[in-house]
């Protein structure tokens, strides 16, 4: 039953956090009625969802009602380590768990399973779908410290002119300007994505130094920058996709310039759950792959870069790939 258990608890914990019980039980333990009055919910039904998750070990339950762990703390939407917003928009995207529902159909017959169930890219469906598309650009920005260890992780200093292609609404770029305050960044995403980048751009000091520019990464780069940054956007394609976006890079890039990727790098051999989880959602979601060092290399030098050097940052499965333009 272990299996099945594990199968039923995602959506639980994604509804109690959708409906805002960490945050209300952030105060102190709750009943479930206390609760339900706050929420205006359903006193019996969110009992027994509560119920259920804290018999999972997610909450606790005493003589005062339920309360949070350590488990539940990180689904409050303030406090160290929050990951609501990753949850709500990320992990339980609508769009993400209809891709994975389908990922039979991506092991059959290639693409990806979200284009199986509905036809649409993972970008197309974004578009389409306007409240899941801010809900995941919330979770985006939410990854405040990744960007900044990303920022830390290599020497970005040395360029005058970074190029984030695919950068959704700067929040890497600006770790970047904070980090090497001599960085002037360019920012190149779809028009429907840059078309909140300014707002976002606008809270902060170095938003300053970045230029927003809509295209898309095969045929609208900015030609004779110093480096193009790619930040878990290769991830979302197969390779032949992948090479085609490289060497439109190698065309833009000024001689003797650099390719930057922010990427997963898989070990040989069988890969730790997470990292190969995520590789399974590249697949189902948008029909790409994470890759190992010996992977990443044969693609760059396949569009015509030096061999790469790995970066890791902070010691996770994410590295910054550098490879130097021929």
Known sequence: MTVIRHARLAPVISALTSLGVPDALSGGPQTAEALAASLRVLPDRLDRLLRAAAGEGVFEHGP??????????????????????????WAMLRGGQLGLQHVEEAVRHGGSGLQAACGQTFPDYLERHGEEARRYRVAMESTVESFAAGARAYDFGRFATVVDVGGGTGGLLLAIARE???VHGVLLDLPHVVAAAPQQLARHPEGHRVEVVAGDMFGDLPAGADAYLYSTVLRCFEDEVCLTALRACADAVRPGGQVLLVEMVLPEGIPPSPAGLADVYAMAVYGGKDRSRAQWTDLLERAGFAPPSFHPVDGGPFSVVAATAR
């Open 180 to 182: 090497h305050p001599g």
């Open 64 to 89: 005062d009602g339920y309360a949070l762990n350590d488990f539940s703390r990180q689904l409050c939407s303030e406090g160290a380590g929050s990951q609501r917003a990753m949850l709500l928009g």
